[in-house]
């Protein structure tokens, strides 16, 4: 007899995450030779040569189990940013401390609060541990704030901010978010997920200034994924309160993060003229995508991070399904509830400009 198995209800609940196309599996369906992703918000420059250099020193170490607490990486995390070790937690990509963060707070009953659209995983989280997730809709692309200290009441647990918003690009101005966060009660853990805060520019107001004025709420994001160009490795940290962070830790998996990624990403942290090189090269893309949507009449996001969120005026499944044939990977605005938008990365001058035609005829031809 065939067994049909039938897991935690919770788990009914839960929409597998949706990546960007593979570039491999593009060329073989299209039999296309050259794809460009600018779906993923991944550093046209690629890593830094000093971690590239780091990661091939270490191959011959592959044999040995990684360092299971990260200590030398969470030593260079905490030089950077002046804090103690205790206060940082080092993960397999953020995306495993959000997984971690669920495990050790929420049960059925609790609240995570979140906008919409914003980064998939917060929902994911929320129905894996079979919580409620309560979505508040983004007012000009951007988090209600007030909205959300509206929604507050005694089943709330976590407060999801993406600052900049993934897939929106906004960025939460300081007043705002020192108001908000000044009237969160305590017993809420605000998570501040701030992947993208290199690409934000000298004025954003990182979390990290709540955390050193002792604000044990607040857990800040941060990824080796983005700007860093270390995505396949998949290192991610997290920074909060002692407190805090002992707690997520006793949901982490020994040897989570393996020996390239620590090393790969404590080179990254040097090597601050591929930061520099980084930035300028998505600050003139950005602006340069921003005159020729201006130009097209398509409504865009001030983006605060390495994409841009966009008003094509058209079917994005239609322009995502034309793109891919002419070898362009974008991420369309429908999986996030947006039939008209899409989601591109900011790529090299080249490749924005060919975007930008292919852009064009496939617009004429729907």
């Not at 495990?103 to 609240?111: A, P, Q, V």
């Not at 906008?115 to 995983?121: I, N």
């Not at 983005?226 to 949901?251: C, D």
Request: glycine residues 8%.
């Amino acid at each position: 007899m065939k067994i049909e198995w039938k897991g935690r209800e919770a788990i009914n609940n839960i929409k597998p995450y949706s990546p960007g196309k593979a570039i491999d599996e593009v060329k073989k369906e299209f039999g296309l030779k050259n794809i460009y992703k600018m779906a993923s918000n991944e550093n046209p420059l690629g890593p830094s040569q000093l971690a590239i250099e780091a990661i091939k020193n270490n191959t011959s170490n592959i044999h040995i189990y990684p360092d299971g607490c990260s200590l030398l990486l969470k030593e260079s995390i905490a030089k950077k940013n002046n804090i103690n070790t205790q206060q940082i937690i080092v993960g397999n990509g953020s995306d495993e401390i959000i997984k971690l963060l669920g495990e050790s707070f929420l049960e059925k009953g609790d609240t995570i609060i979140m906008g919409e659209p914003s980064f998939s995983e917060y929902d994911y989280i929320g129905n894996l541990m079979g919580a409620k997730v309560k979505k508040i809709p983004l007012v000009n692309f951007a988090f209600d704030l007030e909205e959300i200290l509206d929604n507050l009441d005694d089943s709330v647990k976590i407060i999801a901010l993406c600052n900049p918003n993934n897939p929106t690009g906004t960025v939460i101005e300081k007043d705002e978010l020192i108001s908000f966060i000044d009237r969160v009660p305590e017993k809420i853990i605000v998570v501040l997920d701030e992947a993208y805060k290199e690409y934000a520019g000298d004025n954003f107001y990182s979390g990290l200034n709540f955390i050193k004025k002792e604000k044990n709420n607040v857990l800040i994001l941060n990824t080796f994924s983005k700007i860093y160009g270390l995505a396949a490795l998949r290192v991610g940290y997290g920074i909060g309160s002692e407190s805090l962070i002992s707690w997520i830790t006793r949901a982490k998996e020994p040897f989570n993060v393996n020996v390239l990624a620590q090393v790969g990403a404590m080179a990254a942290l040097e090597d601050i003229e591929h930061l520099k090189r980084s930035i300028a090269l998505n600050d003139s893309g950005k602006a340069f995508l921003y005159k020729e949507f201006s130009e097209r009449n398509f409504d865009y996001s001030p983006s605060g991070a390495n994409f841009i969120w966009v008003d094509i005026k058209n079917d994005s499944k239609k322009v995502f399904d034309g793109l891919l044939k002419k070898g362009i990977i974008i991420r369309p605005g429908y999986v996030f509830g947006a039939d008209n938008h899409i989601r591109v990365t900011i790529d090299k001058p080249e490749i924005n400009r060919y975007f930008l035609d292919m852009l064009d005829e496939v617009i004429r031809e729907i």
